[in-house]
């Protein structure tokens, strides 16, 4: 089985701050980590037994130290996905599915694992627009997972029930970190993961039909940013409706 | 000069610390209450590879050197001290003596299960009439066929109760004093005539058990004779030189955790109408701790640094394990000071860890005896 786990690299809570002058969340003196949802995907990747699990990342090189703790969690490689990209089409959900199609399709994948929380607050939406992009079916809200003769076999989220599930590979998985103690990675593992070496795979541009204004054009979107503040939380909702419909975006 | 950790050993560090707070420091009152690490962390810690760090993957080690084993042990100084002197006493001379002096075939028979921490190891040297004066070892060893036949005494050995595999010194010839006349055996729980005698009640250190050891016509195989007969002396002082690295990477980690408990009382106590922390001689008192721990650290270090290279290293481990672990006292001492009356109550832990940073100075060779080390080389060397 050849596998695949797409984890992130994001900003930790620590030393997140709210600059209120210039009315933004900043971010760049944050510690970094991969989430526990992704760092759980890693785990959940693993107990399928696959002869080769490589992580993969859309991250800048500064990452590259963190993406190696993905070799101490279990992986066997890793893959950094550069790109000429702005980092602020790294933010879509439907660029980054695109990417990661780009850099795992040549590899011809039997599963690609996700976590649930990233780019998307927790929504899951990279996975199934992987899946598409990918042409393969997508099993979502995975707490757990096994090998079968035929495929593998996946314990899913399904409202307040959980259901087993019987695939075929090849498939994309998303994780869900649900009622899970995650596994410390052992000092062994560590230290052969610091000593691990980063593979770095060039994804050219975007799709043709994902190339809109917004990904390039981020001046101008950022010309379009504007902040709402009322005296309280209500009169802040009204004037962001009345904007919203100012500008059409509600009827 | 790059001052920088290697990678493998930041993360080290950082996993350590990490493992300090979010599992040992909760646990601390129960270790201290309850003299005893709770099996479950033993486990973990196992798992981990906390009893293998410096020895080579090929062994069953973790492979990070002696700075990655002093770094660990440094992180691990925001915890109980027990953590800390199980796994010195068991990686650091008693495991490190196998792997000094051990034939390649004993390294391959202990290491791993050592490593791994599924057997634990203990060091015995230290008997009633012979402490610093380690050479004057009364317990012998007689071959008798195939087998060492040993009796003797050794006492106050950490981890004595609970080693699987203790490494033992004894005399295998009077008369050729102990360069050529102390042998290290491998000797193993259930070893006939080998029992656990007292266990000390101690000043500190709860958590971490001293036991004596008995042996009466205790029978080792011949093969358990660790490296060569006659090298006993030698091994036990490589052993040691490395161990009191170890040691002053512990020293340090302690101290650093005080300065920290410290800087966070002294901002919070409000005597005089402000926090003691505005007042001069308090911050006198963390400008000395902050720039000893510094001063020790980088010994530490460099110390750690050059034995990994393969250098000799003697001087500098005596040095920097009298400098540690006099500094740690110091800033104990200061700690308690700090924290006023509070620092003297048993509820709490500037209380335990005084008591518990004294033993620094005399195990592995007290202050004294690490001078005399350093003297001897400097008047030896002319430098
Ligand atoms: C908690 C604990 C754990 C220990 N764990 C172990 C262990 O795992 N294995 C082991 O083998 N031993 C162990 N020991 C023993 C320890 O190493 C000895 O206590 C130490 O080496 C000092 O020996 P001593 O206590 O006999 O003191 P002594 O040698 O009697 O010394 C008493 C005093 O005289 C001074 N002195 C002695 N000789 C000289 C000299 N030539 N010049 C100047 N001053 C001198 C000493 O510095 C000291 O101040 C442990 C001890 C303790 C308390």
Redesign the interface.
């Given at each position: 089985m050849r596998a695949f786990v797409c984890v992130k690299v994001g900003p930790t809570r620590k030393g997140v701050r709210y600059s209120r002058s210039r009315g933004v969340i900043d971010s760049t003196e944050a510690e970094r980590e991969v989430s526990l949802a992704d760092r759980f995907a890693v785990q959940l990747a693993k107990s399928l037994g696959p002869e080769r699990l490589t992580a993969v990342s859309w991250a800048p090189e500064e990452d590259e130290a963190l993406l190696k703790q993905m070799v101490a969690l279990g992986a066997d490689d890793v893959l950094r996905i550069a790109t000429p990209l702005t980092e602020e089409a790294a933010h879509d959900p439907l660029v980054v599915a695109w990417g990661l199609a780009e850099a795992i399709r040549p590899h011809s994948p039997d599963v690609v694992v996700l976590g649930a929380a990233s780019i998307e607050h927790g929504r899951g939406a990279v996975g199934p627009m992987l899946a598409e992009y990918l042409d393969l079916p997508c099993v979502t809200q995975v707490r757990s997972a096994s090998r079968t003769d035929e495929g593998v076999r996946l314990e899913c989220r399904e409202g307040d029930f959980l259901v087993t599930i019987e695939a075929p590979t090849p498939l994309v998985i998303t994780a869900l970190p649900e009622g899970v103690t995650l596994k410390k990675p052992s000092m062994l593992h560590l230290a052969r993961a610091a000593k691990a070496e980063v593979q770095t795979v060039e994804v050219e541009a975007c799709s043709p039909v994902l190339r809109p204004r917004s990904f390039h054009t981020t001046e101008a979107r950022r010309r379009l940013r504007e902040r709402i503040e009322g005296r309280d939380v209500a009169e802040t909702a009204r004037l962001l409706l009345s904007r919203l419909r100012d500008r059409r975006v509600l009827g | 000069m790059d001052f920088t950790l290697?990678?493998?050993v930041?993360?080290?560090r950082r996993?350590?610390r990490d493992?300090v707070k979010d599992r040992l420091q909760p646990l601390a009152d129960q270790v201290e209450e309850e003299d005893k690490i709770p099996d479950d962390v033993l486990q973990?810690m196992k798992?981990?590879?906390?009893f293998?760090?410096p020895f080579p993957?090929e062994y069953g080690?973790?492979?990070?050197g002696e700075l990655?084993y002093v770094v660990?042990l440094e992180a691990l100084g925001g915890a109980n001290s027990a953590y800390g002197n199980l796994i010195g006493a068991h990686t650091g001379i008693a495991t490190m003596s196998i792997y000094l002096g051990g034939t390649e075939e004993q390294k391959r028979k202990y290491l791993p299960e050592l490593c791994s921490g599924e057997k634990i190891a203990a060091f015995a040297l230290t008997e009633p009439n012979a402490g610093s004066d380690a050479a004057a070892i009364e317990t012998t060893a007689v071959r008798k066929g195939d087998k060492y036949i040993l009796n003797g005494n050794k006492i106050w050995i950490t981890n004595g109760d609970i080693a699987d595999v203790v490494i033992v010194y004894a005399v295998t010839d009077k008369s050729l004093g102990a360069r050529g006349g102390v042998t290290a055996f491998i000797v193993e729980k259930g070893f006939p005539g080998f029992s656990v005698g007292k266990i000390d009640e101690k000043m500190g250190l709860r958590g971490s058990h001293t036991a004596e050891l008995i042996f009466e016509d205790c029978e080792v195989p011949a093969e358990n004779v660790l490296g060569e007969v006659g090298m006993g002396f030698l091994i036990a002082m490589k052993a040691l030189d490395v161990g009191r690295i170890g040691l002053a990477g512990g020293a340090v980690g302690g101290a650093q955790w005080l300065l920290e408990q410290c800087i966070e009382w002294a901002n919070q106590r409000v005597q005089f109408g402000k926090p003691i922390a505005h007042q001069q001689a308090i911050q006198w008192m963390l400008a000395d701790m902050a720039t000893e721990i510094h001063a020790a650290r980088l010994m530490t270090y460099h110390a750690a640094w050059k034995l990994d290279q393969g250098q000799r290293v003697s001087r500098e481990a005596a040095m920097v394990k009298l400098f540690a672990s006099e500094m740690a006292n110091r800033v104990a001492d200061m700690a308690v000071q700090i924290h006023g009356g509070i620092g003297y109550m048993k509820e709490h832990f500037i209380e335990r860890a005084y008591r518990d940073t004294r033993i620094l100075r005399i195990y592995e060779g007290t202050s004294e005896i690490q001078r005399l080390v350093i003297a001897r080389d400097l008047l030896k060397a002319g430098k």
């Open positions: - | 290697p990678e493998e930041e993360m080290v996993m350590v493992f973990e798992e981990l590879g906390f293998g760090l993957e080690g973790v492979g990070v990655g660990a």
